[in-house]
């Protein structure tokens, strides 16, 4: 067996992109998206006409200037979301705009919003996740939502403190970002971190320690990785969310890989058990200049990618 058949024996692989043809390619369960990927992907000739159909579909719209092209932005989400659904057997996932991060109400109305699009569509919200960034804010929207049967993974995820807050708000699942939190720490030591020692790799496992400890429902998904390393190494994890070409190299490898993350073995921690309030989770955010400097700059990035996609519907409009 490849090294990807194998990892799909004690994890749920899900595909980290926008692309149709790389998702039929590795055949995983789920699929996500976020404003970046579907930024390159819109750019690409073969997906011009799910833009033309989403400007089409809104024609006759009463909308004009912002509020026409947020509309259109959405229904291109939902375009997406629909045709990866024809592919996977399992869930996509459709991000908020990240412009809302800090905007309780207007989270919420966006995730109502989308699902039901989603719905007037033909799919089960039960197949769709609304990715949402792990602000105090977004765990709270997501908290209300989730009573709603509107289920969320909460993502831009770097810290205990967010991954604890958001299984006591009871969302579906989190989105610890492994890569990122390798990046920032390589860029403040200069070692390039390797295997176990990768400060992503141990922040997943602590985080899916806990979980399973407390008996916590909440999915654990991994993301954002940048190397095969980094994923062999959470082999076990509920889900790892992972790019074409980290896929290809898992397919073309046969090296063994064990698993590394159980259930009987999380259960062995001694690990004391934390009540978050608003006031706790701030200040202990507040204390984590990683987890910190890098939700600010991950909201930040999918903002510019959201103008930039709003530029081309504006350019399309034109």
């Not at 190494?233 to 509920?238: I, K, Q, S, V």
Request: proline share 3%.
């Amino acid at each position: 067996m490849n090294q990807l058949d194998q990892l799909k024996q004690f994890t749920t692989v899900v595909a980290d992109t926008g692309d149709f043809e790389s998702i039929k390619q590795f055949s995983p369960q789920d699929a996500t998206t976020n404003p970046t990927l579907i930024f390159k992907a819109v750019q690409q000739p073969e997906y011009k006409p799910l833009l033309e159909q989403a400007i089409a579909e809104n024609k006759n719209s009463t909308l004009s200037g912002c509020a026409l092209r947020d509309q259109i932005i959405d229904d291109l989400l939902i375009a997406f979301g629909t045709k990866i659904l024809q592919i996977v057997p399992g869930r996509v996932s459709t991000e908020v705009d990240a412009r809302l991060s800090f905007d309780v109400e207007a989270t919420v109305e966006k995730a109502r919003k989308l699902i039901a699009a989603y719905e007037a569509k033909g799919v089960s919200r039960e197949r769709v996740l609304i990715k949402i960034a792990s602000t105090w804010e977004g765990i709270k929207a997501a908290e209300i939502v989730e009573k709603e049967g509107i289920h969320c993974n909460l993502t831009l995820l770097f810290s205990l403190t967010q991954a604890i807050a958001c299984a006591q708000a009871g969302v579906r699942l989190i989105s610890p970002f492994v890569g990122r939190i390798f990046d920032y720490y390589k860029s403040v030591t200069g070692q390039n971190y390797q295997g176990a020692e990768d400060p992503g790799v141990q922040s997943v496992n602590t985080i899916y320690n806990y979980y399973k400890k407390f008996g916590y429902e909440t999915q654990v998904m991994g993301a954002s990785f940048r190397n095969v390393g980094e994923i062999i190494e959470l082999a076990g994890c509920d889900l790892l969310t992972i790019s074409p070409n980290l896929l290809e190299e898992l397919k073309n490898s046969d090296a063994p890989i064990s698993r590394k993350l159980s259930v009987e073995g999380a259960k062995q921690n001694d690990i004391s058990k934390v009540d978050l309030c608003e006031k706790c989770f701030r200040w202990k955010m507040n204390e984590d200049a990683m987890a910190t400097t890098k939700l600010a700059d991950g909201i930040r990035q999918f903002g510019i990618d959201i103008v930039k996609l709003d530029k081309i519907v504006a350019g399309a409009l034109a």
